[in-house]
């Protein structure tokens, strides 16, 4: 009896993998669309178009890259999260419509972690904390002792409340026991351009638009927002090696992910593909010339990564009382 009960038990095991490796070797069916949830341009539009071109090749399929803008990042997320759960559909992200708005607006019409399944991570990058020349602060200590003397009096720029760089400058001003006084923009260009002009005095920016005004005088560069120093830019301290501050980490991501139900087969090509198209040499060089980094970090890993980012952010948001606008 127990003979049988192990054969009906293999078979049925057996049964249950058959599917998932079919649909591995199926897949993909038809041409596949990577989503993205802002305007052409940006970080997470550049790294779609990067691995469309590559992972058209490798599939065999053409590989499309759309744009489904607003709403901070949810009306793209929601239209995949809404698709079907075949990896025909998949989304670049950013932290946004993944980790930060589950926790500043409650009537979201997706939950991110549970509609969406983690793939790969496709870059990090820091952000530079820049100021203009007229404000007389050339380091982070210096900005903490201006803060201190001056509660609220001094200001930085964001692309809106709830961006990325609204909570990167709340967890600095937290973990450095400061008051700043927020100026939300509607959108990166107006706020550091008013930073330029001295409207402003200071933001967290990404290192490529920042490091050429720093480079031409116009912005003094502060601080990296991630522990380690970058490679393109070594001459410019990380936020934490500031005493007080050696906690401070924030680097910013942009990944890919897809419909939560998605078979672990097609999740697994998927990242294996992500994975060795970002580390192609010639990829990764411009890649790391522009201030970011790729990941070779598995798909456990990286889910693992962005459930503790959920937690990390959710205490500043709810400290901080941040609520979509």
């Given at each position: 009896?127990?003979?049988?009960?192990?054969?009906?038990?293999?078979?049925?095991?057996?049964?249950?993998?058959?599917?998932?490796?079919?649909?591995?070797?199926?897949?993909?069916?038809?041409?596949?669309?990577?989503?993205?949830?802002?305007?052409?341009?940006?970080?997470?539009?550049?790294?779609?178009?990067?691995?469309?071109?590559?992972?058209g090749k490798r599939l065999g399929q053409h590989v499309t890259v759309e744009n489904r803008v607003g709403a901070s990042g949810m009306i793209g997320?929601?239209?995949?999260?809404?698709?079907?759960?075949?990896?025909?559909?998949?989304?670049?992200?950013?932290?946004?419509?993944?980790?930060?708005?589950?926790?500043?607006?409650?009537?979201?019409?997706?939950?991110?972690?549970?509609?969406?399944?983690?793939?790969?991570?496709?870059?990090?990058?820091?952000?530079?904390?820049?100021?203009?020349?007229?404000?007389?602060?050339?380091?982070?200590?210096?900005?903490?002792?201006?803060?201190?003397?001056?509660?609220?009096?001094?200001?930085?720029?964001?692309?809106?409340?709830?961006?990325?760089?609204?909570?990167?400058?709340?967890?600095?001003?937290?973990?450095?026991?400061?008051?700043?006084?927020?100026?939300?923009?509607?959108?990166?260009?107006?706020?550091?351009?008013?930073?330029?002009?001295?409207?402003?005095?200071?933001?967290?920016?990404?290192?490529?638009?920042?490091?050429?005004?720093?480079?031409?005088?116009?912005?003094?560069?502060?601080?990296?927002?991630?522990?380690?120093?970058?490679?393109?830019?070594?001459?410019?301290?990380?936020?934490?090696?500031?005493?007080?501050?050696?906690?401070?980490?924030?680097?910013?991501?942009?990944?890919?992910?897809?419909?939560?139900?998605?078979?672990?087969?097609?999740?697994?090509?998927?990242?294996?593909?992500?994975?060795?198209?970002?580390?192609?040499?010639?990829?990764?060089?411009?890649?790391?010339?522009?201030?970011?980094?790729?990941?070779?970090?598995?798909?456990?890993?990286?889910?693992?990564?962005?459930?503790?980012?959920?937690?990390?952010?959710?205490?500043?948001?709810?400290?901080?009382?941040?609520?979509?606008?």
């Open positions: 009896m127990s003979h049988i009960l192990l054969r009906m038990a293999l078979a049925l095991a057996a049964a249950m993998v058959i599917p998932s490796t079919a649909l591995a070797q199926a897949f993909p069916q038809k041409p596949v669309t990577i989503v993205v949830a802002y305007p052409a341009g940006g970080v997470a539009d550049q790294m779609a178009r990067v691995l469309a071109g590559e992972l997320a929601n239209y995949v999260a809404k698709s079907a759960p075949d990896g025909h559909t998949l989304l670049m992200a950013a932290m946004a419509e993944t980790v930060f708005m589950p926790h500043m607006n409650d009537k979201m019409a997706y939950q991110p972690d549970k509609d969406l399944a983690p793939v790969a991570m496709a870059v990090r990058y820091p952000f530079m904390l820049v100021a203009n020349p007229a404000f007389p602060a050339r380091t982070t200590k210096d900005v903490i002792a201006l803060a201190k003397k001056n509660p609220g009096e001094h200001t930085y720029a964001t692309a809106g409340n709830g961006s990325v760089q609204h909570i990167a400058m709340e967890m600095f001003s937290r973990t450095a026991g400061i008051q700043l006084r927020h100026i939300p923009y509607k959108g990166v260009t107006p706020a550091l351009t008013d930073v330029l002009g001295n409207q402003v005095s200071m933001m967290f920016a990404g290192f490529p638009p920042a490091m050429v005004h720093v480079q031409s005088g116009k912005l003094v560069a502060i601080g990296m927002s991630t522990k380690n120093r970058l490679q393109a830019a070594p001459d410019v301290p990380s936020v934490s090696e500031t005493p007080g501050l050696e906690n401070y980490d924030f680097p910013v991501w942009v990944a890919l992910f897809a419909p939560a139900g998605t078979p672990d087969a097609v999740l697994d090509r998927l990242h294996r593909e992500s994975v060795s198209i970002f580390a192609t040499s010639a990829i990764r060089a411009n890649i790391e010339k522009a201030g970011m980094t790729v990941s070779s970090e598995s798909r456990a890993s990286f889910a693992a990564f962005v459930k503790s980012e959920h937690a990390k952010y959710q205490k500043i948001i709810k400290e901080a009382g941040i609520k979509e606008e």
